[in-house]
């Protein structure tokens, strides 16, 4: 009896671990054979994060546009996994959601079948920086006040502030505690 072949593995990386809302970003796909005989793929697919767009462009085993639907994008072959732990990878740019969070992505490859011959599972994790506070024109004067370091700590961190004739200082929020800036 002959042993079952080896499935391919697939593997998913993330450009970065953190981007801005909105920003750039990308990933690669890998898929690898670790069996002997080399291993013909008709579809390598990626299911975006949600808020996650496709921007280009792909490079690797090919540089064709996905088809895209929805979150959803597929690069058509056929492509040819070379064996005895041959592989071939993608690379292609995203546009990251706008929604500050964690997000993870999978992907795969597809035989003339239609069946899945290798996925990632949720993997490529991708964390969206939250957004920092919008700083108003108000606070801006307040950052020209030279040798305040405490007073522009407070002003960046949103603490509250309170003009004393036209100096600035930070409020006191209850109890006797002196503030004092050097």
């Known amino acids: 009896l002959e042993p079952p072949a080896q499935a391919l593995t697939a593997a998913k990386t993330a450009d970065a671990d953190t981007v801005a809302p909105g920003g ?3 990933y690669t796909i890998t898929l690898s054979n670790p069996g002997a005989d080399a291993v013909t793929v008709e ?6 994060p949600s ?3 496709y921007a280009g462009p792909t490079t690797g085993i090919t540089t064709s546009d996905p088809a895209v639907d929805g979150g959803k994008l597929t690069w058509s ?12 990878s993608l690379h292609f740019g995203v546009t990251a959601a706008t929604t500050p ?3 993870f992505n999978t992907a795969g490859a597809v035989d003339a ?3 899945t011959v290798a996925s990632t599972g949720p993997t490529a994790r991708i964390v969206v920086e ?3 506070p919008p700083v108003a024109e108000d606070d801006l004067a307040l950052l020209g006040q030279a040798g305040r370091p405490q007073l522009l700590a407070d002003v960046l961190l949103g603490r509250p502030v309170e003009d004393r004739g036209g100096e600035f200082h930070p409020k006191r929020l209850g109890g006797p505690a002196e503030v004092r800036l050097q």
């Open 51 to 53: 808020g996650f767009a």
């Open 24 to 26: 750039g970003g990308g």
């Open 113 to 115: 079948a239609g069946a």
């Open 130 to 132: 939250g957004n920092r």
């Open 43 to 48: 579809s390598i697919t990626d299911t975006l």
């Open 77 to 88: 072959g056929p492509f040819t996994v070379p064996g005895d732990g041959g592989t071939v």
């Open 101 to 103: 969070g964690e997000y």
